[in-house]
Structures are given as C-alpha cells and as structure tokens.
C-alpha cells in the first residue's frame, strides 16, 4: 500500500498543537512533505521530530568565489529549504541572500572584470542536468544561458582576459561531453570547440595568451590525461600521452605564468598522486615535491604566478602546504585546525587564499590565510541547533586485518559516555565507490552517538582513494566482493571490542556504500541486526544499463562491462537482487526520483523483491529528489524514519518511544 503524504511542510507538524489535548498530544503524528511517497513507514510521532530538533538546524557553508574587486565573498549556505548563494562583505560579516530558488545553489563564479554577475548552475529535482545562468547583481535578473533541456552543463572556467567561459556539456547527444565557449554577457556567442567521445571531458584552465585550453579527460579513477586544445580551431594533442600496459592519473592542472608549463599532480612512478611540472613543447615531466608520501588531492597557483597551494591528504587529515616556485621550497601551513580543506581560492591580488574548512567540532565554514603574515580569518561561523559543541564526538583510527590479511582501516566514533554495557553498532560505508571516509561533522549522527548510546564506524575498505593506487585497483571488476568480505573482516573486529555488542549492528551506506549495504545484508544477514540502503545499486548489470549514458562507459570502467557475457553472468549471480532470499533482517530503502545515477528502477526491483519473499522492507521515494535527498524538509523527514527504524530494529525498542 502507498501513503502518499498531504500537500503540507514537515516544520507545520513538528509540534503538536497547544489546544490538544496531553493524550492527544502523546499520539500525534508527523505529515510528511508531499513530494515524499511512503511505503511500509509506519506514522512517525510529531513528539519525536521536536524532540530531535537540535540536532536538524546546524547549517553550513562554503566558499564559491573571491570577488575581483573588493575584499568579499560569494559563498553557498542555506537559511530556509535549500542551499542558496550569498555575499559576505567582511569577516563574519551579514550573509546577505542573492538567489532566491526552490532547488539547491551550490556554487558561483564572479565576472572576473568587475564582479557585476556571476555564473552559476542549476538542476531541477536533482536531476542534475544543470544548466547555466548569469546573475546580474544590479537587476537580480538570472537569464539562461544554455539550451534549457536535458544536458549536463558545467565545470566553467574563466579566460584569462575575462571575457569568455570554456565550459563542458553533453547538449550535443546526451552522452558525450563537449568542449564549448561563451562570452556569457551574451549567450548567442556560444560555440562548440572540441567534439568528444566520452562522458569524462572537463576545462582544467586557459592559457595566459587564451590560445590554448587544457582540458583533462577522466577514464577510471586509475587513468586519466591531459590534453592542449587550440581554442580557434578545436585541435588537440595530448600533453600526458598514454603509454602502453600503463595506467597513470593526472589531476589538477594550471598553465604557469609563462604559458610553457602546466602544474598538474600524477600518480606515474609511485602510489600517491604527487605534484608535478609538465613541460607543454616537450611534455617532459618534473618533480616538485617528492617528500609527502600522501596524495596531493588540489593545488591553486596564485595570480602572480609565484606560489602553488595545495592540500595533502594525510591519513585522512587535510594539509595545507604553500609552494614557492622561485625556490622549489614547500612549507606546512601550521595554524590551521585539523580539519578536511576543499574550494581552495586565491583572492585576485594574491594576498589571501580562500578555503572552506570542516571539523567533527565544527560544520562547513568559510576561511582566509593571509600568505604573508600566517594569520587565519574566519568568514563565517554556522550555526549547529541546540547541540552542545563539546558533546561533539571525535573519532579514532582503527585498524583490522581482512581475509587475506590485508590492513583495512577506518574511523571509529564511540558512544558518548555515560552509557554502560556493550553499545551497538552501526557502519556507515562510504559511496564513490573510489570514496574515502574521513573525519568532519557529524551532525545529525550526533543523535545516535550522543542519545541513543550508538558507536559509529566510517569503514575504508579496499578500493577506496587515498591508500595509493594499488589499494584502490583491488575491487576492479570481479573482485568486487573482497570489498564486501572486508566489513565481514569489521564484524570481527566489532566482536572482540569490551566495549561493542556484535549482536546489535546495522548497515548502512549512500550509492556505491548502498550496494554494499545490499550485499551485506545478503552475505552476511545473520551477522546484522538491520541496514539502510540510500539510493544504491541492486544488481550491476541493471544498474549499468540505466544509468545515464553520459557516465555509463565511466562505470564500465570500474564495475566491468554488463555486455561481456562472461561479466554479466557474474553481476546477476552475485546481485542482492537475486540473492534476495537471504535478506531475512528489516531494509529501509531511500531514493530519489529523479536519480540520474543510480535510477530508482535499483531500488523499487529491491523492495519489491523483498516484499514477495515476505521480507521486512520500508521505502522511502523522494518525487522531487536525485542523488541523494538535498532539501530540508525531505532530508529532515528522513531523518525521522530512519530513527524510527534504528530503535525498532536495532535497539528493539517495539514499542516506539516518541522521544529519547
């Protein structure tokens, strides 16, 4: 039976109405938003949403853009149902709204001339076939720029002139992604420079004359190259070559001051993507750095040409390091707080860089360093609701062996203290599936960790990035279930912690991390209490025939091709969809609509199997959602049935308490 929610908000039934009655008041149910559609969720208590509250209404925020003439932002964060652009006029200044849309904003790019519009994108229902708009501050008038229909637009990257935008799209068939110009002060220049084939083509940077475009085209997480694009003519030839029996991956890419070499990173020779010098006549490669044994996951050259910043990934943790380019001489930037570092920005006159930073102390915020005295400025500072920043659990690294005695490790956030007796458990696994937990904020999680006496575990099993491109290889293809025999390896090592109740664990993951909570919970059901699949794949091989044909041969490249017999035959006797008969513990399935991923067709053939054969299934259909739920009021009601779920099946709380 579906129960299709009534046209109201989440927040008109978070509390019950002060003129019921106690009894009342006591039974009262939440209303969920009407572009949610509800299978098997029994009625959530209104109590319960109030009782959570503090732990919904932490917000964040992160850094679009530098504007080019004042010392300003334009950064991204959400005051009512969705993410929308805002300028900040100083530190922890107004965040004065600039957009004003039903769907989420996640990122701008000012005129680079003098900052009177920016670019942005934007979807419809998590589609995420965005499209580009130009924002003209003096009118707030946002005008399309792109076709308006069912293509992929973005990647936007200014000229050095400032009078044009390379950007890539998939307008010309829906699965290839192309190269295309524009000077967005009028959308009619708009042309097609570089026909590709592939949905992995991207602008990684003009060069200084505007001649040249190096444009980066992605194959597999393990291969990738670099290519110098004439912008008059289309022409290009490779700057990274490939090389026979050789799989290499380049990342970044920035054109040096002069024009005659590109920074880039590259994993050829080693484990670990390392910063490199390319030279664009010869395209001989030079080492910069060869004293960090970690990736180098961003670098941003500064304006004048004279310094390189990039962050490290260093077991986990984000280091910021600055390059000078006269010397070849890197140092650690030291007054950072350990947290994750994204969206690293020069300001135009290369006296600041911009980031934003996130901790397990603290959401998404946005920062500046001053390069030459050290000092660190905050821009923004975020609310976290009700919750007590010292409550705020910090995780642990934690280390265990796997069946074939391989170390696989991940993070480990215990339950607060005060609660006694062995706490259960539940793993999170990541998606990607070339993803890597790291620790940051839990927000929301803080519930389970700080109320309900759950210990959390955030698993890298192999196959993750950030371990070296060998670790990363080990799930290809047919190996695909050593990743799985990898959390039965977690099981064990959940077994001999005092302090851990092997009995009360429950899976869960989004994407990639929601095929392995299928495949757990098949393999390994009498090992879990539960799992929570959030928009995963039920069987390969279906999953790769309906993906959007943009990312399809991308997909091929890390799951194996569903046209080879030989591989087809392995994904559909594998898939939890056909082993569908072991999951005999409680499934939570959450989709979005109008995923263009992993489509919902992966989760209703799961639900619907699971339901034939008499299983316990709930759902969870977001009409108005993609990737993953994105809007306050559908992620929030969510939350509230997965609570639900977590007290009925994994604490065994039957009757269902409406508050902690």
């Known amino acids: 039976m579906i129960r299709r929610a009534l046209a109201v908000t989440v927040a008109a039934a978070l509390v019950a109405s002060p003129s019921m009655t106690v009894a009342q008041q006591a039974s009262a149910t939440l209303t969920l938003p009407e572009n949610l559609v509800a299978q098997g969720v029994p009625p959530i208590p209104a109590s319960l949403a109030a009782a959570v509250r503090k732990y919904t209404e932490s917000r964040s925020a992160s850094l679009s853009d530098w504007h080019p003439t004042r010392r300003e932002l334009l950064i991204s964060t959400r005051f009512a149902n969705a993410a929308q652009l805002h300028r900040v006029s100083a530190p922890l200044g107004a965040r004065h709204q600039l957009t004003f849309f039903d769907e989420p904003i996640g990122g701008g790019s000012y005129d680079p001339r003098d900052g009177r519009f920016f670019i942005f994108g934007r979807d419809v229902g998590g589609n995420e076939f965005g499209q580009l708009y130009r924002f003209d501050l003096a009118t707030g008038d946002a005008i399309l720029l792109t076709d308006g229909g069912r293509s992929q637009n973005g990647g936007v990257d200014w000229s050095t002139a400032g009078d044009r935008i390379a950007y890539s799209s998939t307008r010309r068939n829906g699965a290839d992604r192309d190269i295309r110009i524009m000077d967005p002060r009028t959308s009619s220049t708009d042309r097609l420079v570089m026909q590709n084939a592939g949905g992995g083509w991207g602008v990684a940077d003009w060069s200084p004359d505007d001649r040249t475009l190096l444009v980066g085209e992605y194959r597999s997480v393990n291969e990738s190259r670099l290519w110098l694009v004439d912008v008059a003519t289309g022409t290009k030839r490779p700057l990274t070559p490939a090389r026979d029996g050789d799989q290499i991956a380049w990342g970044g890419g920035e054109f040096s001051a002069d024009g005659r070499s590109v920074f880039a990173t590259s994993d050829a020779g080693g484990e670990f993507q390392s910063l490199v010098r390319v030279d664009v006549a010869s395209g001989s490669v030079t080492p910069m750095v060869t004293d960090i044994a970690w990736d180098i996951t961003s670098l941003d050259l500064a304006p004048n040409g004279e310094t390189i910043a990039f962050v490290v990934n260093e077991a986990g943790t984000a280091r910021l390091h600055l390059l000078d380019l006269s010397s070849d001489r890197h140092r650690r930037i030291e007054s950072l707080p350990l947290a994750q570092i994204g969206g690293i920005t020069w300001r135009p006159d290369g006296t600041e ?122 799930d290809n293809g047919t190996k695909r279930l050593d990743s799985v025999r990898d959390i039965a390896a977690l099981l064990d090592w959940i077994g001999a912690q005092p302090e851990l109740d092997a009995s009360k664990v429950m899976i869960t993951g989004g994407s990639y991390g929601g095929y392995m909570t299928l495949m757990v919970a098949t393999m390994y059901n009498d090992r879990i209490c539960c799992s929570v699949d959030v928009v995963g794949m039920s069987n390969l091989a279906t999953f790769l025939q309906n993906t959007e044909s943009y990312r399809r041969d991308l997909r091929r490249a890390e799951y194996g091709d569903e046209r080879d017999p030989a591989i087809r035959a392995w994904m559909d006797s594998t898939a939890a969809l056909t082993n569908v008969s072991r999951i005999a513990k409680p499934l939570f399935v959450i989709q979005g609509a109008n995923d263009p991923r992993v489509p919902r067709s992966e989760a209703e053939q799961i639900v619907r199997a699971v339901r034939e054969n008499q299983g316990a299934v709930w759902y969870l259909l977001g009409m108005d959602e993609g990737h993953g739920f994105r809007k306050k009021n559908n992620s929030d009601a969510q939350y509230y049935a997965t609570i639900q779920f977590v007290r009925q099946f994994l604490l065994n709380e039957r009757s269902g308490p409406s508050s902690p």
């Open 353 to 474: 860089l911009g980031f934003t930073l996130v901790s397990a102390k603290f959401p998404a915020d946005v920062f500046s360093l001053n390069v030459a005295t050290g000092a660190l400025t905050r821009w923004t500072e975020s609310e976290i609701g009700g919750m007590d920043p010292a409550s705020l659990r910090e995780p642990s690294l934690i280390k265990w062996s796997s069946f074939d005695r391989r170390e696989i490790s991940g993070f480990y956030y215990p339950a607060a203290a005060g609660f006694t007796g062995k706490r259960p458990v539940i793993i999170n696994i990541h998606g990607g599936p070339e993803g890597q937990s790291r620790p940051g904020f839990q927000g929301r999680n803080n519930y389970y960790m700080n109320e309900l006496g759950v210990a959390m575990i955030f698993p890298n099993v192999r196959g993750s990035t950030g371990f070296g491109k060998t670790f990363v290889k080990l």
